[in-house]
């Protein structure tokens, strides 16, 4: 056993806060390997910081959350969310294991395709396609989900100069309960404006309405609120029905499952209050198949998943920089990591554990990264044991948003590894340098010569 580093004694003002049901709560078991694979061995091969991602955990999150849908739902498609982690070989373990694409972007939408996705199994979402997406989109007879008037009435031109038949669906906003309401995506439902999209859809001869598409919000800690949303969309596929005499092929209910972070001025843990999936699903099939359709035209239900299937499976190894006195006498220790790669810091209050053995004595402290930046703030207070220069760390559940948020500033991005379901490492992405940023540079001839 590596023998520890002495610590001295000191003593301490006990600031005890508020009483709660936990008492003093201590999480403080070394993670020193993930899937029997070397936290320290890790970060000596591919350097510090790295993001490692873990095959069978995604995996099983995916298989988990289909067979709550499909053991209550006869008619279930889940369509991965690029936004959420588009790193490609993420990405296609959902494709392997029958997830379509949802994307909002072109650049998403050739990613997919580099992928190998059927361009018709592709979901396009966003406020923004410009008449070349939509044309692309048109050709590769994909589904688009369309988000406003503008788009609409362009679609219509285009799709009639292409003299080809476009398969649409629209965006629908809704008061579901949960404020403040999601409006600036889509057509509204209480004011008639997404019945008013669907009769103009309805109208012209060269696009088929085959869906409607809700999304009602992010980390919804709510199962009603889809429910509610299932509704009024099946109020609208009924009325489709009812008036036009066409069946609705897909409902859409979106995104925004809850992962099991903790979220920033919570009382209670995120594990501790998410609904499961399984809450989820009951909450929104019930709805629909109490909702009067006709057995054989039950609409697909689609699932757009994407935080809550890829977090847990995501973690970052790092490295204390420093450790110094604030002030006002907090402990202030300085990572090699900072809101550069950790964007959803400013959301949640990660989990984060050392990746060694160490001694009894923890001590609230602030955890800083290396940005010369003042809201370069990884966790405002967390009461960890004393961390030294050099010591490794390992934040937890970081896999939704991280590596498509990131930021190359001051610092470059690291590497991201995969470790397979037979504990093998994979880098997936490799990291920056300096000649990745500066082929992207071009220096006018009269800026390349200087004397100081």
């Known amino acids: 056993m590596e023998k520890l580093k002495y610590e001295r004694p000191v003593i301490?003002?006990?600031n005890a806060g508020l009483m709660n049901k936990f008492g003093t709560r201590s999480e403080y078991a070394p993670v020193t390997h993930i899937e029997g694979v070397s936290v320290k061995g890790m970060i000596e091969q591919y350097g510090s910081p790295v993001f490692v991602l873990v095959e069978r955990q995604i995996r099983k999150n995916y298989q988990n959350a289909v067979r709550a849908f499909k053991t209550r739902y006869p008619k279930v498609q889940f369509a991965w969310s690029y936004k959420t982690n588009y790193i490609n070989a993420i990405c296609n373990i959902f494709h392997q294991e029958g997830s379509w694409a949802e994307v909002v972007s072109m650049f998403e939408y050739q990613k997919a395709i580099q992928n190998g996705v059927p361009s018709q199994k592709i979901i396009f979402n966003g406020p923004e396609k410009t008449t070349a997406d939509l044309t692309i989109a048109i050709d590769g007879d994909s589904l688009i989900h369309i988000d406003h008037f503008d788009e609409l009435y362009e679609l219509v031109e285009l799709s009639e100069k292409l003299d080809k038949k476009a398969r649409v669906a629209i965006r629908v906003n809704m008061d579901t309960g949960i404020y403040p309401m999601w409006d600036r995506f889509g057509f509204n439902y209480e004011s008639g404006q997404a019945w008013n999209a669907i009769t103009k859809i309805m109208a012209s001869t060269h696009l088929e309405l085959v869906g409607l598409h809700a999304h009602i919000g992010t980390f919804m800690l709510t199962t009603s609120a889809y429910a509610i949303a299932a509704a009024k969309l099946s109020d609208l596929a009924v009325n489709i029905r009812h008036y036009y005499h066409r069946p609705i092929q897909y409902l859409d209910l979106g995104g925004g499952f809850p992962s099991a972070?903790?979220?920033k001025g919570?009382?209670?843990?995120?594990?501790?209050?998410?609904?499961?999936i399984d809450e989820f699903a009951e909450a929104i099939t019930n709805t629909i198949l109490n909702y009067g359709y006709r057995t054989d035209e039950l609409p697909t239900l689609v699932l757009?998943?994407?935080r809550a299937l890829i977090d847990d499976a995501g973690y970052l190894l790092g490295t204390v920089v420093a450790n110094k006195r604030l002030s006002d006498g907090r402990r202030a220790t300085i990572m090699d990591f900072g809101v550069n790669l950790l964007f959803t810091s400013f959301w949640y209050e990660h989990k984060i554990t050392p990746a060694q053995e160490f001694g009894h004595q923890t001590e609230d402290m602030v955890l800083y990264g290396p940005l010369c930046m003042n809201i370069d703030v990884v966790r405002e207070t967390i009461n960890l044991p004393l961390l030294h220069k050099g010591d490794h760390v390992v934040v937890h559940k970081v896999g939704a948003y991280n590596m498509t948020q990131w930021m190359q500033f001051i610092h470059m991005r690291p590497n991201v590894l995969l470790i397979d379901t037979k504990g093998e490492t994979h880098i997936i992405r490799r990291n920056e340098t300096l000649e990745t940023i500066n082929s992207l540079e071009e220096m006018p001839t009269h800026l390349k010569n200087f004397h100081l």
């Open 261 to 263: 972070n903790t979220l």
């Open 304 to 306: 757009e998943t994407g």
């Open 266 to 276: 919570s009382y209670l843990s995120g594990a501790d209050i998410i609904p499961s």
């Open 12 to 14: 301490k003002k006990l």
